[in-house]
Each structure stands twice: as C-alpha cells, then as structure tokens.
C-alpha cells in the first residue's frame, strides 16, 4: 500500500517525539512493504520564525494533498503575550479548521506496568479504559466576536461559545460508533444547568442516540465528570464532549496514564469513499520548551499516533495493534523515559523509539 504522510514537528519536544514516530513509521512500512511518502513542513513557532504566520499556506497545501498528517506540539513562551491569532497554537487551530477534522479520538488506558505511575491510587485507576471524543473545529475556541477592546478600568475580553446542530449530530455519531465496538457507553459531558449551548447539545445527543438502541447514554456535567474521572474512572467507556471541556478533560485524564506523554490523538472528519478518514494525528502533551533538546520527552503518545493513524486512516489494523503490543512490551521492560518514574536509569527518548521498533520485530 501506498501511504502518503505529511510531518510537521512543529516546536520544542515536538522535534524530538516526532523523529521517534517517524522512525517507527518507517520501521513498520519496511515490515509490510508499504511504500512510504512522507514530506515534512512548517506549523507553529518555528513557522512564525522562518514564514511570519504561524500556518503557512505551503503547509495547508501539503496537508490536504497527503493521506494524513503526524504532528509533533506547538507552543513557544516567545510568543505567550501576542494577540491569538499571531500565537503559534493558531496555526494548529487553523490546520485543523482546513483539514475539517472535527472528532478528536483521545484514548486513555491504564496501562497494568505503569500502575505505580499514577498519583492515584492502584485500586482506583486499574482496568481504566476510555476513548475521550472532543469535538475539535466548534465552540469557544472558534467562536466569533472574540478579542480584547477599550483601555484601562474599560478594558474588555469577550470569547463567544456557540454550536450548531449539524456539527453536534457528526461528532455524536462518531462516539456512538465507536461504542458500539467497545463497551456500548458513551457518557456525555455538558454545562447544560447554566448554558443554553449545552442544552443544546444535550438535547441532539439524546436525539441522536435513539438511532444507537444497542448503546447506553449518560449524561453528566462537566463538574462531575472532572471529579468522577479521579474517583471512579472505570464507569467511562466513551466520553463525548464539546472542544473546551474535552481539552480540558483529556488532560486530566493523563494521571490515570501515568504521564500526559502517554495519551495519543487522532482527528479526523468525514468518511471517504474508501471507508478511511483522512486526518491529524498528534500527542496529546504541548511543546514543553523546558526539556527540548535534552532527549529525555516521552516519545510514546507520538508512537502511538502513528498506530491510530494505521487504523483509522489506512484500515491497517494489524499494523496497528502491532505498534500498540511493542508498547506494552516496552512499557513492561521498564525502558521508559523519566516522566514515567523509571525503578532503574531513565531512557532517553531516543532508546525508548528504538526499543518500539525491536518490539515489532
């Protein structure tokens, strides 16, 4: 088979995570002989660096030409007092607008080796399994008006929150789907005592899991559900939120993985002719200039990208469940990287890449 990937590193650990991906990539490519496309281009600070914008219009093109795209983090302090649409994060806001990935699948698993890794408690966090659906391309980081106007004690913030009925109907679907081959769950988060969008939208997702009969619906409110997700995270089989309660949530479910560097995304949108998606797949952690360059980031969620990449946009699902099990074996080795409270020395995000790949075989 024929993949066609487009890279984009983008800034910090990013360069790192994404290089041990890559090398995976091709690792498992060699092992099936697929023929490997791969390009690679600009998104985030490094684009504002070099490009002036923080999405240059090279690499939307690029983008929407390939099959998929693995993207590494972005984020730089340089930029942390520029108006948001001069930020590095709105480049990846706007690639993911322009690829129209609108369902962020972001699965969180409590791995058995990495138990002792979670600040939690064994009892509470073993047998943790869910899959988080955000949906990524609505809501109040889209939202217009937006901006900061007046001067002084007149100063003035306004974000609007606002959602439409088709876009809560396509990324329900995709939850429900996707319980359907799980556990037949999906609890639905919302605001909706307080917001009149999330009546909304717990009013559409009722609606629309009358044509899901087989799957069981909950809801909760997003209070709740934070507090739940420490207190009894097992009851979660497929959590659909909207995109601010979905970020928010996602990474405060990385404790019961025992690192935000362990939870993989994919984003993508409508269903091909072909049966794929074409999408973004990334790791959920940021940039983290802190570590950058030290060779010590934990390179797993960007791994595990690419195996959610195999699966959901090429169909190649042994492919995929291959990279999954040379995680666990590695994992189980205890040659992991240092955010992972290593028993023994820590391994550098380089031998963690090349332990995956000798994982697979």
Known sequence: MRLKVFALPGDGIGVEVTREALRVLRHVCNKWNHELELTGGLLGAIAIHQEGTPLPELTVRLAKQADATLMGAVGHPDFDNYPPHLRPEAGLLGLRKALGVYA???????????????????????????????????????????????????????????????????????????????????????????????????LVVTEIARDYPDVQLDHLLVDNCAMQLVLNPRRFDVLLTENLFGDILSDEGSVLAGSIGMLPSASIGDQLPSGAFAGLYEPVHGSAPDIAGKDIANPLAAIGSVAAMFEYTFGLKEEASNIEAAIQTVLASGKVTPDLRPSGPPASTTEVGEAVCAAIG
């Open 104 to 202: 962020n699948l972001r699965p969180v698993k409590a791995y058995p080796s990495l138990l002792d890794s979670s600040p939690l408690k064994n009892h509470l966090v073993e047998g943790a399994d869910m899959i988080i659906v955000r949906e990524l391309t609505g809501g109040v980081y889209y939202g217009t008006p937006r901006g900061i106007t007046g001067e002084g004690a007149e100063m003035r913030a306004v974000n609007t929150m606002t959602y439409t009925r088709p876009e809560i109907e396509r990324v329900a679907r995709v939850a429900f789907r996707l319980a359907q081959a799980r556990r037949k769950k999906v609890t639905s988060v919302d605001k909706s005592n307080v917001l009149e969008n999330s009546q909304l939208w717990r």
